[in-house]
Nanobody, 126 residues
Framework: QVQLVESGGGWAQAGGSLMLSCAAT???????MCWFCQAPVQERDFVAA????????SYADSVKGRFTISRDKAKNTVHLQMNVLKPEDTAVYYC????????????????????WGQGTQVTVSS
């Protein structure tokens, strides 16, 4: 059983930056890791994903060029660097893990992921 603990959410002005982190409590060396976001009364949407090896990454069109997903193998942690933030980025961001040992990630859906963090709120003001 993998537990995921997110941190780094908070408040930022439009154009600013935040970095989210997701620490896994056990090794996830063959996992796909993903960030989703969910705004009030909205569905949980794909943001970015990475294969733990780092050989494959994927981004939602809305964040390409602004967000970067990366992993720190030594700390068993995945990061989401969020730059040029927009008010529409406001949401609860969830980290998720898929243990299926895939080699490629693409546009991801929540049902592909078995383990979830508790979520961290990101609020961007205009």
């Amino acid at each position: 059983q993998v537990q995921l603990v997110e941190s780094g959410g908070g408040w930022a002005q439009a154009g600013g930056s935040l970095m989210l982190s997701c620490a896994a409590t056990s090794r996830t060396s063959s996992y796909a890791m993903c960030w989703f976001c969910q705004a009030p009364v909205q569905e949980r949407d794909f943001v970015a994903a990475i294969i733990w090896s780092g050989s494959s990454t994927s981004y939602a069109d809305s964040v390409k060029g602004r967000f970067t997903i990366s992993r720190d193998k030594a700390k068993n942690t995945v990061h989401l660097q969020m730059n040029v933030l927009k008010p529409e980025d406001t949401a609860v961001y969830y980290c998720a893990a898929d243990p299926s040992a895939r080699r490629v990630v693409g546009p991801e859906t929540p049902h592909q992921y078995d383990y979830w963090g508790q979520g961290t709120q990101v609020t961007v003001s205009s």
